[in-house]
C-alpha cells in the first residue's frame, strides 16, 4: 500500500542547475498538490492539479513548473535552482477536492547552494 | 486573503490535557482541518470541521464556532508520542477552494 511516493528524498542543487521532485500516487486520486515547508512556517501551495492535463498556480509559484500527463504522476521542475528555493517540498494527493482527507508524500529535502 | 494564527509553541504534560486554538479571518469558509506532523515526517490527517460544535475521535477532539472564527484542538491523556507540530488549515472560496495552512503549533509534551 504505497501511497503518495516522492524521489528523491534529499538533494543538494548548486545555483542555477535544474531538478525534477517525482511524486506519484496509486489510489486514483484526482487532487494533487505540491507543497514547500520552510523553518517555523506553514505548508505554501506551490501548485495543484485537479485532474490528468488541468494544473493551476498557488500561492507561491515563481520558479518552478509542473505537469500532470496521468493520473498518477505529478511532477515539479524547478529551473535555475535559487538559495531561496532551499525547503522541503511536500507532494499530496485527495480524492476529490480538499474536503477530504489528504495523503502526504514524506518530503523532499532540498538545499541550493 | 486570509489570515491564520497559531501559538508557536506550547509545552504539556504527559497525562494533561492540552488545548491548541486557532484563529482564522478568511473571506468566506468552507471548512477547517487539523493535520499533527512529527519532526522530519509528512502531516496526517486528524479531523474537518464544516459545522459548529465538536467532534471528538479518541483522545483529540476538534471544535469550531463560525461566527468566532475560531477552533481548538484538544488532546486528552497526553502521551510522549503526541509532542509534534499541529497544523490549523482552513477551506474558503477562490483557489478551487484549497486550504490555506497556519505556520503551526509545536506541541512538547514532557514527563
Known amino acids: 500500500n504505497a501511497g503518495v511516493t516522492q524521489t528523491p528524498k534529499f538533494r543538494i542543487l548548486k545555483i542555477g542547475q535544474s531538478m525534477t521532485l517525482q511524486c506519484t500516487q496509486d489510489m486514483n486520486h484526482n487532487y494533487m498538490y505540491w507543497y514547500r515547508q520552510d523553518p517555523g512556517m506553514g505548508l505554501k501551495l506551490i501548485y495543484y492539479s485537479v485532474g490528468a492535463g488541468i494544473t493551476d498556480k498557488g500561492e507561491v509559484p515563481n520558479g518552478y513548473n509542473v505537469s500532470r500527463s496521468t493520473t498518477e504522476d505529478f511532477p515539479l521542475r524547478l529551473e535555475l535552482a535559487a538559495p531561496s528555493q532551499t525547503s522541503v517540498y511536500f507532494c499530496?494527493?485527495?480524492?476529490?477536492?480538499?474536503?477530504?482527507?489528504?495523503?502526504f508524500g514524506q518530503g523532499t529535502r532540498l538545499t541550493v547552494v | 486573503g486570509q489570515n491564520i494564527d497559531q501559538p508557536t509553541e506550547m509545552t504539556a504534560t504527559e497525562g494533561a490535557i492540552v488545548q491548541i486554538n486557532c484563529t482564522y479571518q478568511t473571506s468566506g469558509f468552507n471548512g477547517l482541518f487539523w493535520y499533527q506532523q512529527h519532526a522530519g515526517e509528512a502531516p496526517t490527517f486528524l479531523s474537518y470541521n464544516v459545522l459548529d460544535g465538536l467532534e471528538e475521535k479518541g483522545r483529540f477532539s476538534s471544535f469550531l464556532s463560525r461566527s468566532k472564527g475560531y477552533s481548538y484542538l484538544l488532546l486528552k491523556e497526553l502521551q510522549m508520542k503526541d509532542s509534534a507540530s499541529y497544523l490549523c488549515a482552513v477551506r474558503a472560496p477562490g483557489g478551487s477552494y484549497i486550504p490555506t495552512f497556519g505556520r503551526g503549533t509545536s506541541l512538547i509534551v514532557h514527563p
Open positions: 499530496a494527493s485527495s480524492k476529490t477536492d480538499m474536503n477530504t482527507e489528504a495523503f
